[in-house]
C-alpha cells in the first residue's frame, strides 16, 4: 500500500493545535519519504537539466542540512558520513567545497538505499536531541529554517523529476493515480481589481528576532508606496494564453523583451514547456492531459508572461502590488497538499476578490530579485542561502499546486531566472491606473 | 591642424542663449566628427566585444537614425544608401532586418571616407528641411531625439575604442595629447550624508507632451517612498578600492553574488579592467599613466562594485536615493566637453555637500532596470529605444568623463548588464539609517 | 554466489571443439549479463561522457540489435517493445530517429529488470528461431553480426562505467573483489625488432563470402608495401612514460601536435587520465592502486601517445607495420577472459619475440582511420556500422584487458578520435630503419 | 594606373633564364603588393573567420618571416621593430608568444602604411644582403623558404579576403575588372582514366640535402604500392554537383560521413559556399555571376566532396594515385598568373589524358594528412611549419586558380580540417578496379 504524500503533507501543515517541533519536523521528513515513494532508485537519479537536482540528492542533500545545521553544532557531534559532505553540499562556500551542480546525476553512490538509510539516522539522532532538550535557541533556529529548507526542496523534487520524465521519449508519469480536478463552474472572465495609491507596510519582521518564520529575503517589514493600479481577480487561463498564441504572440519581436526574443528564436518556443504541437495537450505529473481552458496557463517563463501581458494592454504586477493584495488573504488554495499537482480552475469569488493568489502557479512579476532596504543575511553560513542570488532573477509570488501547504505567506518570494519555464510558473495581469 | 573635439562638445552644450534646433544639430554633429578625428580609417573599424561598435559604424548609424526617423517622413524621400539601411540598423525590428551585431567589424564598406561623406548629405538635407521650415512637430521631435541619440553614441564610440586599442598588444593611446589633470587638493576621506525617509518625485514628465526632453524611460515622473539612508558624498577612489583588493576581495566568495564569483573565477579577474597586474598603472585614452589613488575608481562591473560596497559594510544605493540626492545639484562635473576623458579627483565641497554625482564615473546602483509605474514607450519604431531592455540589467546614473556635457540630468538612466566593466563605470557607497 | 564474468567469457571462446550458434550466443549474451551483476540500477544509468552510455543502455542496445537485425526479419515479428525502438536505435539513420546519445543517461524507463526481461525475450526468440532452424543465411550472419557487436560493447560497458564511477567523488570500485595480477619477473628493458621493407597482404576476405569473421572495414584483404621500420618488443611501461613526464613532456609544445598542445592547456593535462597527481596511483576498476613501473602505459590519447614517441625519439606505428608482424603471432594474451581487468608486465619472450601485441592495452597507431581500396560497406543498414565512421579518428590495435577474448585478430581495426581517453589505450614504440 | 598582379606573378615565375635569387625575392614580395593594391586599408584589416587573416596581416607576417629566419641571424641585427614580434609570430613556440589568431583582425596599428614601410625595409636589407654576399647557406635556404612562404600567404590573401568581402551583405567584389574566362568547347563527360597495381616513387628528396625545394612534408621520397584504380579525366563540374543536389544529396544521411552529416544539420548546408539559392549564381573575386556548368566545382569541404562521389558511385583518389599519375604531367594549369582567380572548363585533351591537375581547384583527397616513413622536420623553429598539423586534416592536391603559378608540382601536399570551405577546394572522382 502506497503512502499518500498528500495526507502526510496536510499532517504536517494543518494540525488543529500547534504542532511541536518534533511534531512538525516528523511531518515534513515523511512528506518528502511520501513524494519519493513512487520513484524507483532509477528515477531517483535523473538529472535533466543543470539547475535541477536529482530526487535522490534534494533526500540527501536536506538531511545534509540537518546535520550540519543542527547536529554539527552538537558536541561531539562526528559526520555521520565525512565522504559525503562535498556531495551534498549545495553551494555553501563558508563550508567547504561542493560537487559540480550539473554532475548530481553521476552519483550512483550512495544508493538510495543508503540515502534513505542516512535520513533515517539524521531523524534518528534530532529526534533523540529535541526530545532529550539538547538543542539551544539557535540550534532550534536552524532546525525550523531546516524544516523551511525541506519543503521548498519537495516542490523542486517535483518541478524537476517532471522535466526530467518528460525529456524520456517515453514520458512516462510519475503517478498514474493522481485525481483528476472535480470539474467547477466556469472561471468566466477575469474582473480588474482596482487599488489607489497608498503606502504599504510590505515584508516580514527579521526572524529570529521576531517569532514567526520568514526567510531574510523578505525582511525586514518596511514602508512603501504602492502606486494606484488594478490586478485581475485570477490568474490567466490556458484559453487566453491560446489567444496569445493565435495570434501570432510567439512571432512578432515587438512583444518580446530583446533577451526573451533571441531566445524564442534560438529554442523555437511557440508555446509553454509542456503543451503539444497541437496545442490540445499537455503534459502533467499524471502523464498527458487535455488542456483544460479555464486552468491558469502554466510553465511559461518571464519572457513569456511578460510578453502575453504586453499583448493584452496590460502588464505584469509589481511584486509589493501583488502582496499590498495578498496580505489581506489567507494562504489557502490548491497546494501540493491537494494532491492534484496540477492547477486547477477556480470559480468566481463575487465581485473584487481575487482568487488563487496562493497555490495552483507560482505567479511571476516584473519586480527583478533585489534586497529590502535594510537588509541583514542570516548568520553564519546560512547568509549564503538567500542573498547571494539577488542578481539577474525575477520574484514570483503564491506557490503553486507543488508547494507544500503552509509553506507560503503573503511576503513569500521565490525567484528564478526569466528563461526558466520547468516550474509551475503563470502570471496575473496588471494595469495602471 | 587637428580639431578640438572639447571645445566642439563644448559650442554644442553650453552657448548662452539657447541655440536654435539648427544651431544643435549643427553642434552635436561636429562633436561627433571631432570625436572621429584622430582615428585612421583602420582605427575607426575596430571591434573587440561583441556589444562594441566599430567608430565608423557609430558614425553611419547615427545618420542612418537621423534619415530613417527625420528624412525618411519627408515627402518623396528616396533612402541615400537603399543597400546601408540594414547595415546601420541596429535592432529595430519593426524597421527591418539589421546587421549581426557582433559582425559590425567586417564591413570595409561602405569606407570611412563614403560614411562622412552620408554624414554630410544627412546633414545637408536636415539643413535644408530646418532652413526651409518643413519639419512637423513630430520630425522635430524625432531631430530633438537623435541628437540625444548620437551623444550617447559619442560616449560610446569613446568606450568602445578605449576597449579596442587596449586588445592590441602594442597598447596605443587614442590621443597622445590629452592634457593630464590639474593638481588638486587631496579628496579627502569620504563623509555620509544622511536623509531620513520620504516621498520623492522622481523621474521626469513624458516627453513630447512635455516640453523638455527626456527619455521614455524616466517617464512618467511619478512618488516613491525613499527609505532613510546616507550616502557617501563622492565616488570610491582607487586607493579606497585597492583596499579591497589588498584585502583579499577577489579571493573571498562571501562577498559576491554567486553569478559574480563564477565570473571572477572563469575570466581570472583580480582588478579593474585597465589596471596592470602590479596595480600601479591603468590604461587610459591618452595611454597608459599612474593610477591617482584620489581619483574614482573607473572600470568595475556591477559585480565588483557590488562586492567591494559589501565588503566596505555599505551598499550600493538605490537609484531613488541617488535621484532624490542629485535633483538638487546641477548637472555639472568632468564631462567629456573638459576633455580629459579620464575621471579626477575633486576635493570636498564641505560638510553634506556631495561632490561628482555628475560626471567623472557612471555609478552602478542596486536598481534593476525596469519600467516605471505608468512607463509608455515613444510611439512607432522609437518603441524599441528603451523599452525592450529592461531585463537583466542594472541602472547607472550621472554620466562619465566621457559622457557629453548637457546630455545627462538627474532623472537619467543608463543601463548595462552585471557583468559589464568597459564602460566608464564606478561607485558610491551608501548604507541604511 | 556472484557469477563469474571471467569464466563466462572464457566459456564464450574457449571451448575445446567449436561451439555451436546456438552455444556461442548463449554464453556471449550470458558474458554481459556477468559484467553488469555488480550494478545496481542507479550504477547501470550512469553516463558521464557524451560519447559514453549506460550500461543499461549497453545491455538494451545489443538486445535491440538481434531484435531488429534477426528477429526482425521473420515473417510475422511484431516489435516487442514498439515504443523502445527509438530509444535503442544507437544511429542507424536508415531505420529511423535515435534517442540523443548524450541524454542515454536519462532513461529510468525502462527499468534495467524491465531491460533484463527485454533481453530474456530476445533470447527466448532467438533460441526458439535457432532451434526450428527457422534462421536463413543472412539471419545467421546478422546473427554472428550481433554475437560481435555485442563483445565491442562489454569492453565498451567496462569503460565507460569505469569513466562514470570515476567521476563520483567517492570514486567507488566496479569490484572490489578483482585478483591483483601475479608478480613477474620484470619487464625490462624495451628491444627493437626490425624488420626489412617488404610488400604484405593486409586485412581479411570480405565477410560473409569469405566463411571467417571480419568486419568490413578490415576487408578487403590487399597488398601493402610496409617500409622498413623497427618496433619496439613491448608496449610502453608506465616508468617509460613517468620518464616523459618528468623530463616536462606536458610542458613542451615542440613535442605535440599543434591540436593536441591546445587540448593540453585547455584541460590541464599532466598525466594520464587516471592518474593521481602525486603519480604514484592510478584508479583501476578494482580501486586505486599503486602503479605498477613495469606495467604498460594506459589511458593515453592518441595525442599523448603520439608526444610521448616523438620525445622518445621514436614514433607510432603504422597499422600495416603492427599488422604485418601480429599476423604471425596467437591473439593471446591479457582479455578480459583473464578476469584482470588492468595491464599487466609481462616477462620478456626472448631476443626478437614481440609481446604484449594482443590484450593489456589497444596500441594507437599513426594510421588515420579510413577504407581499404575497395572498401565495400556491409548490405542493407548494417552499412552504417563503420563506414561512416572513417573521418577524424585514429585507427588503434590489439584489444585491451578489458576486451572479450577471441574477439580480435590480426586484421582488427578499433578506432578512436584522438583526444579520447577513456578507453584502456596505450602505445608501442615504433622507429624507422 | 593599378599594378597588374597577374603580370608580376608571372614575372616571378616564368622567365626565361633562371632568375637569380634576387630577382625572385624581387618578384615574389612584388606579387604580394600587387596582389593587395585593389585594397583600402580598411579592406585589408578584415578578419571574417578565426582561420583566416587579414590581408594587412599576411603582408607583415610574411616580412617578418624573412626578419625572422633571414635577417636575424645576420650579426649585429636589431628587430626593425621590437613590439611587432609577437603581432606577427603564427605559431611558432620556439620563436616566443604569439598574438591570439582569431584577434588577427583587431590590430589597427600598425597601420597598411607602416606595414608597407616595415616590408620596404625589410625587403632594402635582404637587397643589402644579397648584393653583399653576407648570406651564407643556411641563410639563403631560409630566404628560400621564405618565398615559398610568402607564395602561400598570396593564396590566403585571396581566400581569407574572398570570405570577408562575402561577409559584408554589400558583397562587393575584390576587383571588379577581373576577365571572364574565354568561352571554350564544352568540357565533355569526364573519362576514367585505369591504372593498375605498381609500386612508385612517392615525394621528393629531402630539400635542402636535395638542391630542388620541397617541403619537409613531401619528403623522403618513397616507394608505394599504388593499387588498380582509375582517375576521371577532369575535376567534377558544378553541372555534376547539381545534379548530386538536385538528387537530394544534402538530405541524404546515408551518403555522408557520420561528422559530416551532423555539420550539414547544423549550418544548415544546401549547395557550395558561395551559390546562391536558388543555385544559379556564384560569389566569385570579380563579383556575382552565373554559374557556368561546365567549370569545376569548387569551395566544397571534404564532407562534401567525400558525400558526392559516394553518390557518384566513385570515391576521392588516394593522394599517392593523384601523384601518381600527375607526375608525369607539367604542373600548369590556370593559376593565379592567369589573372581569372576563378576555376574554369577546359576541354577534352584526348583519350587518356588527364586534364586541370594542375590549377583551377584544389583536389581534396581521401588521404588523412600525416607523416611519410621516414620524415624529418626541417632544423630548427622552421621544424614547427608543418609537421605539428600531422592531425586532424586531409590532403589536397594541385593548387588552384589562386595559388601562384610555379609554386606547387605533382608531390605538392596542402591539408586543410574537413569542414574548411573557404579555399578553392573541389574534387576528381576515383574508383577501385
Request: charged fraction near 20%.
Amino acid at each position: 500500500m502506497q503512502i499518500s504524500s498528500a495526507a502526510l503533507l496536510k499532517a504536517s501543515s494543518a494540525a488543529t493545535t500547534p504542532p511541536t517541533l518534533a511534531e512538525r519536523y516528523r511531518a515534513v521528513r515523511q512528506a518528502s519519504l511520501a513524494l519519493a515513494a513512487p520513484l524507483s532508485a532509477e528515477d531517483a537519479m535523473l538529472q535533466s537539466l543543470p539547475d535541477a537536482s536529482p530526487a535522490k540528492w534534494h533526500l540527501a542533500h536536506t538531511s545534509w542540512f540537518f546535520e550540519h545545521f543542527v547536529l554539527g553544532t552538537q558536541p561531539g557531534h562526528q559526520p555521520l558520513q565525512p565522504d559525503w559532505q562535498v556531495l551534498f553540499n549545495s553551494y555553501y562556500q563558508s563550508i567547504g567545497p561542493a560537487h559540480a551542480r550539473a554532475q548530481r546525476g553521476l552519483l550512483s553512490r550512495p544508493t538510495l538505499a543508503q540515502v534513505l538509510e542516512y535520513r533515517a539516522q539524521v531523524d534518528q539522532r534530532i529526534g533523540d536531541c529535541l526530545r532529550a532538550g539538547h538543542l539551544d535557541a539557535v540550534a532550534r533556529q536552524h532546525l525550523l529554517l531546516g524544516l523551511q529548507h525541506e519543503q521548498q526542496h519537495q516542490e523542486l523534487l517535483l518541478t524537476d523529476l517532471k522535466h526530467a520524465l518528460w525529456s524520456n521519449p517515453l514520458q512516462p508519469a510519475y503517478r498514474d493515480d493522481l485525481p483528476l480536478p472535480t470539474p467547477t463552474p466556469a472561471a468566466g472572465a477575469a474582473v480588474w481589481i482596482e487599488h489607489p495609491e497608498r503606502i504599504v507596510e510590505i515584508g516580514a519582521p527579521a526572524w529570529p528576532a521576531h517569532a514567526r518564520f520568514a526567510y531574510d529575503n523578505e525582511s525586514p517589514r518596511h514602508r512603501v508606496l504602492v502606486p494606484a493600479h488594478a490586478l485581475a481577480d485570477r490568474p490567466l487561463s490556458n484559453a487566453e494564453f491560446r489567444a496569445f498564441i493565435d495570434d501570432g504572440g510567439y512571432r512578432d519581436p515587438l512583444l518580446w523583451m530583446s533577451e526573451g526574443w533571441a531566445r524564442v528564436q534560438a529554442e523555437c518556443w511557440s508555446h509553454p514547456l509542456y503543451w503539444d504541437p497541437a496545442l490540445e495537450r499537455e503534459y502533467t505529473l499524471g502523464g498527458w492531459r487535455a488542456l483544460d481552458p479555464d486552468a491558469p496557463v502554466c510553465h511559461l517563463s518571464w519572457f513569456e508572461a511578460d510578453a502575453c501581458a504586453r499583448w493584452a494592454g496590460a502588464r505584469l504586477p509589481g511584486e509589493f502590488e501583488w502582496e499590498a493584495t495578498a496580505a489581506a488573504c489567507p494562504a489557502a488554495g490548491n497546494f501540493a497538499d491537494a494532491g492534484l499537482l496540477h492547477p486547477v480552475a477556480q470559480p468566481s469569488l463575487g465581485a473584487g476578490a481575487p482568487r488563487q493568489l496562493f497555490g495552483d502557479v507560482w505567479e511571476w512579476t516584473a519586480s527583478a530579485y533585489g534586497a529590502y532596504p535594510g537588509f541583514r543575511p542570516l548568520a553564519g553560513s546560512a547568509a549564503e542561502y538567500n542573498g547571494k542570488f539577488m542578481c539577474g532573477q525575477y520574484v514570483l509570488r503564491g506557490g503553486s499546486c507543488a508547494t507544500p501547504a503552509g509553506h507560503v505567506r503573503a511576503s513569500y518570494r521565490n525567484f528564478f531566472p526569466p528563461a526558466a519555464r520547468w516550474q509551475f510558473s503563470g502570471l496575473r495581469l496588471a494595469r495602471d491606473l
